[in-house]
């Protein structure tokens, strides 16, 4: 049974705060709906906000996930206790930092932070981008893990979601209709390593491309097309290590019950079926 409503937004604490905010406005495009002295709230689409950058002397990310009720927290917390596993409810500061009604901070078994959010806030005015890149919004985050095939059991078991697919060991995670949201990569040590955020269509992507190497950000990998998923991406650097990239035409499983996760090879074939390559001289499927 599904328990996660949304892919909600990306929290990212950095001492790069200045640096990462400008990269979010003019390199990505992003709205910024509001920016203090120690955080800042960048826009998608109609929620308050998808990525958010908060000044620290750390660099941390969580991710937000979106549940319908507090009863669904609670029922989480219980279920992570029973596993002993540890869970924290966010105090009053924390919501109103999150502009949540309530939040429960977690970690997956790879020490992954997640939280957990009932209420997430929405502007009434609608999103007004900072550069016309064709966002229509928030579509998607991919993680490093120590062990993929246990951390993508604990995300069906307790928060819901479902396989979709493997790539060599990597794992494609589902909490819609759409291919995956969620991507685990193989790796020595946790950490959240993109987000990506939908266009409207294939001009887009070339259009970003054309921006984004005009500008000398470096390219990671695309123009290009999954064969597992069907998305058209690009994907390019961005600040403290995280990777950003522009998607676009996710294939939808529509009959879930009959889905069966297939496993494609640990091969170039299966990152991209135009033939782009990631720089890395070993395969790596190190994006969303």
């Known amino acids: 049974m599904p328990v996660i409503d949304q892919l909600r937004y990306v929290w990212f604490e950095t001492p790069d705060f200045a640096s990462a905010c400008t990269y979010a406005s003019d390199v990505i495009g992003l ?33 937000g996930l979106e549940v319908r009720e507090a009863a669904v927290l609670d029922r989480i917390a219980q279920t992570l206790g029973e596993r002993g596993m540890k869970s924290q409810r966010g105090d009053g500061a924390l919501r109103a930092l999150r502009r949540v009604k309530d939040i429960l901070q977690v970690s997956d078994p790879s020490d992954n932070a997640i939280e957990l959010v009932v209420r997430p806030e929405h502007k009434g005015r609608r999103c007004f981008p900072s550069r016309d890149a064709g966002i229509t919004g928030f579509s ?16 069906c078991e307790v928060l819901g979601a479902r396989i ?22 193989p790796a020595r ?19 970003s491309w054309y921006f984004l190497t005009d500008r000398q950000v470096r390219i990671i990998q695309g123009p290009g097309r999954q064969p597992f998923s069907g998305q058209i991406f690009v994907k390019f650097e961005g ?49 969303q």
């Open 31 to 63: 709205e910024c709906g509001q920016r203090g002295a120690d955080a800042a709230y960048f826009r998608s689409d109609d929620r308050a906000y998808s990525l958010a950058f908060q000044r620290s002397d750390r660099v941390l990310a969580s991710v």
């Open 140 to 155: 998607g985050v991919s993680f490093d893990s120590t062990n993929p095939e246990k951390d993508a059991a604990w995300w």
């Open 189 to 207: 040590a946790p950490r959240l390593t993109s987000l990506s955020f939908e266009v409207e269509d294939f001009n887009n992507i070339m259009q």
């Open 164 to 185: 979709s697919d493997y790539v060599g060991d990597a794992v494609f995670l589902r909490l819609d209709d759409l291919h995956h949201r969620i991507a685990l990569y």
């Open 239 to 287: 600040p403290n290590g995280l990777v950003f990239g522009y998607t676009h035409g996710m294939d939808r499983i529509v009959n879930a019950e009959k889905w069966r996760p297939r496993q494609f090879a640990a091969a170039a074939t299966s990152a991209c079926m135009w033939g782009t390559e990631p720089p890395e001289a070993t395969f790596r499927l190190s994006l």
